[in-house]
Structures are given as C-alpha cells and as structure tokens.
C-alpha cells in the first residue's frame, strides 16, 4: 500500500521559513514525479515544485522560484520542500503526490497523495 505521509508544517512569521517533508513507502518510485501541491481556504489546488524521484530536473510554480526548493534523498525515501522568505498568501495546506507524469498542471494528476500539513504564514 503506498503512503505518503507529510510533516513539517506549523505558524511561522513574514519572512520565516518551514522545511516541508513528505515520506513515501509502498512501492517504488523511481520512475515517478513527486509534487507539492497547496490549497489555500476557498482557492482551487495548485501545484508548487516538482522533482523525477530518479533525476535532478526540478520544476517551479512561478509565485514560488527563488524561494522554494524541492529535493529528494532517494536512500531515505523522502522528497523535501524548503521554503524561505515565506509571506502570508504562501498560507495553505501543503500536499505530496506521485505521479507517472510531469504534466503537473493536469487536472487528474496524481495517482498518490498525502494528507497534507498546515502552513500558516502571519504577517
């Protein structure tokens, strides 16, 4: 059964930064794309960063280069979501996903998900 499971959220100040991890089990992933998607209160989910679980190639929402980084550690199944100089409307419930694809923007992207953790940016 694949999990993936999310930590790392929490209240943090304008400016602050929170490191977001996501820890997948269950089957492999070497040949999928992991995503951090967001949904803020009222707003329609969005993707953030993506990365090949197998690859280097990383790939940004424009609202979050230069302040975000995605990276994975393949040795500890993990896939990470640095985030610094954060502001209010970074406020949102951050997701982890897989997917066999990296048309992120797809609709029905995503063949697994996590349950999300809070972020909460105050200014």
């Known amino acids: 059964q694949v999990q993936l499971v999310e930590s790392g959220g929490g209240l943090v100040q304008a400016g602050g930064s929170l490191r977001l991890s996501c820890a997948a089990s269950?089957?492999?992933?070497?040949?999928?794309?992991m995503g951090w998607f967001r949904q803020a209160p009222g707003k329609e989910r969005e993707f953030v960063a993506g990365?090949?679980?197998?690859?280097?190639?990383?790939y940004y929402a424009d609202s979050v280069k230069g302040r975000f980084a995605i990276s994975r550690d393949n040795a500890k199944n993990m896939v990470y979501l640095q985030m610094n100089s954060l502001k209010p409307e970074d406020t949102a419930v951050y997701y982890c996903?897989?997917?066999?694809?990296?048309?992120?923007?797809?609709?029905?992207?995503?063949?697994?998900w996590g349950q999300g953790t809070q972020v909460t940016v105050s200014s």
């Open positions: 990365i090949l679980w197998s690859g280097s190639r990383t």
């Open positions: 996903a897989a997917d066999r694809t990296s048309r992120f923007s797809d609709s029905d992207w995503g063949d697994h």
């Open positions: 269950g089957r492999t992933f070497s040949n999928y794309y």
